[in-house]
């Protein structure tokens, strides 16, 4: 439906965009280049005590000044330490429990998989799912960290908001569409109460922080080339500058092509990306840099499913493409009757039937550019300054089998089993996002071993989301190369929401004795957005005759806001070993937008055709409340050279729980967004590696985790139903990983498995997702330097590796009971892949 090199319509809006980010850039660069000392070396120091099992925690000179800034976690990450992975409390920048993913650990994976599936794979209490090999699909993506989804956890690129990681995001960008993998220098999780210095208006508990690999000192580069299963492959190339002056001015530039057939019916993915990134050391005092990432992300979509339409029509079911008298016919059926097709009596129901369409596919593109200033403004100060812009468009394109292509006349089933008319049309959802903010922190070294920061965010957000409808031919349905420009189409509807948002910290980390430190510090937000549905032209879509149906139109105002938001952290270090530490922390998330047909937010899919989605979203106003979560997290940690292992407890206090509650089919749906009450939360991670001898590496981590709701009287559709004891939807109650890494002088070979337990699938607890394995291989073999290159390297994975048919993916909202919504995904069967690479 859509082509690879289809143009977007917001060209405008972009290069003024960019061109103002590259004002500010330059604006900096002019002010602060004369400051610039004569040194060529990089001033960025990284400060480590790592030997080989552990990287040195953030800040590791502790009380001293912050001459050449001292190291912080995201230096760290980047930094040649021979470490692979870490899991520990930071000691000075303590957030709880965090795991430390380093590139060397990265470097396990096939090339290019998506960061939030290597944290999974490497984290306890950590689950990523998706449809395809890399974890590319952002429309199937689900990552959970201790109950919270990657909707509930902050995320980071170097210190700029990321705001959240789920499909098609309304504030902000997936770290896949952000920057290309392999220029990632390393990433953190803080699966403990959250962060104060990582700015996010949607954490609940947990944090994710990425950071950027620097340019390197010496002239160079790297490609690599990956082939792999249903004809993938994936083209990587990077070009380092090395030093080029006397101030150390240097600076990268890679590109990044990755392209795959659907593993299942016809289509592809395809992501195009390219970053650049530059740095001006400014002496001894700090450094500028800046930033610059491209994402472009076509794909024809996997179907979502039911668990039966799952069981009973097989893995490799999904849209009814190239059949389309049979996508006619199947429309009719779930359009025009309450009957199914002969073929699927007693096995679909209509529904079932309805969920089946021609086909559905997406393209995203994104545009990020940041400029960060560190600088040490006197001996026990310095200044961290993030400038940031964010344009995201995109288009969501599917059949949809309740509308009717109105040229082509009424619909009817002829004699033969033939349709005449066309039951169905394409929608075209059109969305484009426009941020910009900046972020200021200062930190102090103040007297009596007290390490003070304290920071500010502001971000203006603006959301178009607008839905227009194209009309499907007599014979053959729409194909890959429509475009669906902006101004084509009958518009259904069109959404603009304008959000800002103010965020401020501050925290004071005293050292009490040496290995002891104590983190008292709070943060205050307020987020308010204006917007919702801007035109609505159902009852004129009607009149054309495209028997269009009620779409929700809604729009207001929403404010989540809260003064003081408190955070206190514990960390002791004590014989040589061993660690103890807690973190209480109480969170506060403010309130999704998106479009008034999205079923997860505020202003979504409100109401029926009876009870208007304004009048819902009026009375909701001075029902709703923010989400707010109190965190606990206890933890004890032991740490030698042949064994590492850590016990984490956790419990969660969840108030004003929001939950998105839908039943019935697209063109009749009941839908409500509900304050659900409480919710208690209760869990342990339990980790351990060991090290007999050098190389050999065996990690095993189980997850427990017991989320419940706590409401007795939740009334919805007229009913009142008690969720009381029910298990959160969607999320495992057990999950346990085994990871084998043996490394022998060049050769490398990594064995990782996962078990995850049963998922509920609606808020009654009457159906589950059910339990699976997963296992993956991966072999790699470093043939050092050849003629011009050197580590030139060949390897080779199989992901799936015992070919296990499973849901992986669950997307949208839960049904309070029953299997009559599809929401679920079908996640890839084995595939294989071998990468050549080679640095010069």
Avoid at 251 to 257: P, V
Avoid at 426 to 454: D, V, W, Y
Wanted: a neutral charge.
């Amino acid at each position: 439906m859509l082509s690879k090199t289809g143009p977007m319509q917001y060209s405008r809006k972009k290069s003024w965009l960019l061109f103002c980010t590259a004002i500010t850039g330059y604006t900096l660069f002019s002010s602060v280049g004369t400051c610039a000392s004569a040194s060529a070396a990089d001033t960025t120091t990284t400060t480590t005590t790592a030997t080989t099992h552990r990287v040195a925690a953030r800040g590791a000179v502790k009380g001293a000044p912050r001459t050449a800034h001292a190291a912080t976690a995201q230096h760290q990450l980047a930094s040649k330490t021979p470490e692979s992975l870490t899991v520990s409390a930071t000691r000075v920048r303590s957030h709880g429990s965090e795991v430390a993913v380093t590139r060397q650990v990265m470097d396990r994976f096939v090339e290019g998989t998506n960061p939030m599936q290597v944290l999974a794979q490497t984290t306890p209490g950590a689950n990523f799912t998706s449809t395809d090999a890399f974890g590319l699909d952002t429309y199937a993506n689900t990552f959970y960290v201790r109950g919270f989804t990657q909707m509930q956890i902050g995320a980071t690129l170097d210190g700029m908001p990321m705001g959240t990681q789920g499909f098609a995001n309304s504030n902000g960008v997936s770290i896949t569409q952000a920057m290309i993998q392999d220029d990632i220098g390393g990433m953190t999780m803080s699966q403990g109460a959250g962060a104060l210095d990582s700015f996010s208006t949607q954490n609940l508990g947990g944090a994710m922080t990425y950071v950027t690999s620097d340019p390197k000192d010496k002239a160079g580069g790297k490609v690599s080339q990956t082939f792999g299963s249903y004809n993938a492959f994936r083209t990587y190339g990077r070009v380092d500058s090395g030093v080029l002056n006397s101030t150390g001015t240097k600076f990268y530039a890679s590109f990044a092509r990755t392209d795959t057939n659907l593993w299942k019916g016809q289509g592809y993915q395809d992501e195009l990306q390219a970053d650049a990134k530059l740095v001006q050391p400014l002496g001894d005092r700090g450094k500028l840099t800046a930033f610059f990432g491209y994402g472009d992300f076509t794909q024809s979509n996997y179907l979502t499913m039911t668990k039966n339409m799952w069981q009973k029509m097989g893995r490799n079911s999904t849209y009814l493409k190239p059949d389309y008298e049979k996508a006619k016919l199947w429309a009719y059926y779930a359009q025009y009757t309450d009957q199914v097709p002969s073929s699927v009596q007693g096995i679909l129901s209509n529904d079932e039937v309805g969920d089946y369409s021609w086909d559905a596919s997406q393209l995203q593109r994104t545009y990020l550019s940041n400029v960060s200033l560190h600088y040490d403004i006197f001996k026990n100060v310095t200044s961290d300054t993030i400038v940031y812009g964010n344009v995201n468009s995109a288009i969501y394109g599917g059949t949809n089998n309740f509308l009717t292509s109105p040229s082509y006349g009424p619909v009817s089933l002829n004699s033969d089993g033939t349709v005449s008319g066309v039951p169905q049309a394409l929608i075209g959802s059109h969305a484009f996002m426009r941020r910009l903010g900046f972020t200021q922190k200062f930190a102090i070294e103040a007297p009596h071993h007290n390490h003070i920061e304290t920071g500010v965010w502001y971000e203006n957000n603006k959301w178009v989301y607008n839905e227009r409808l194209y009309e499907d031919g007599l014979t053959s349905g729409h194909n890959d190369d429509s475009n669906m420009p902006a101004g084509s189409g009958a518009t259904w509807f069109n959404n603009s929401f304008n959000t800002n948002t103010f965020s401020f910290f501050l925290q004071d980390r005293w050292t009490i004795m040496p290995g002891m430190t104590l983190l008292a510090g709070f943060r205050s937000m307020t987020q308010t957005t204006h917007g919702g549905t801007k035109a609505d032209y159902t009852d004129k879509l009607v009149a054309e005759g495209w028997n269009a149906y009620y779409r929700h139109p809604v729009s207001g105002t929403m404010t989540a806001s809260d003064a003081f938001l408190p955070h206190f952290s514990f960390d002791y270090h004590f014989l040589r070993n061993h660690e103890i530490y807690w973190d209480i922390a109480e969170n506060m998330r403010s309130y999704d937008y998106y479009s008034q047909t999205d079923s997860d937010t505020a202003w979504g899919g409100l109401g029926n055709s009876t009870t208007s989605a304004q009048t819902v979203f009026n009375a909701n106003k001075s029902k709703l409340k923010p989400e707010r979560t109190w965190n606990y997290v206890v933890g004890y940690r032991y740490n030698s050279r042949y064994f590492s292992g850590t016990v984490d407890f956790y419990h969660t206090d969840y108030y004003n729980r929001l939950a998105a509650i839908t039943e019935g089919s697209a063109n009749n749906t009941n839908n409500a967004f509900l304050n659900v009450g409480r919710e208690t939360m209760n869990g342990a991670d339990v980790q351990g590696t060991v090290r007999p001898f050098k190389g050999l590496e065996i990690t095993n981590s189980f997850s427990w985790n017991n989320a419940e709701y706590q409401s007795t009287a939740i009334n919805y559709g007229g009913t009142t139903y008690s969720i009381k004891g029910k298990h959160q939807v969607y999320y495992p109650k057990f999950m346990y990983k085994a990871n084998l890494n043996y490394t022998y002088k060049r050769a490398m070979f990594n064995f990782n498995v996962n078990y995850i337990g049963s998922r509920p699938m609606t808020y009654l607890n009457d159906e589950k997702i059910p339990s699976y394995w997963l296992a993956n291989l991966n072999l790699a073999y470093n043939f050092g330097k050849i003629g011009f290159t050197h580590n030139l390297k060949t390897t080779f994975g199989i992901t799936n590796l015992f070919n296990t048919n499973y849901i992986g993916g669950v997307y949208g909202a839960a049904s309070v009971s029953g299997d009559d919504n599809a929401n679920l995904f079908v996640a890839a069967p084995r595939e294989f892949f071998g990468t050549i690479s080679a640095e010069f």
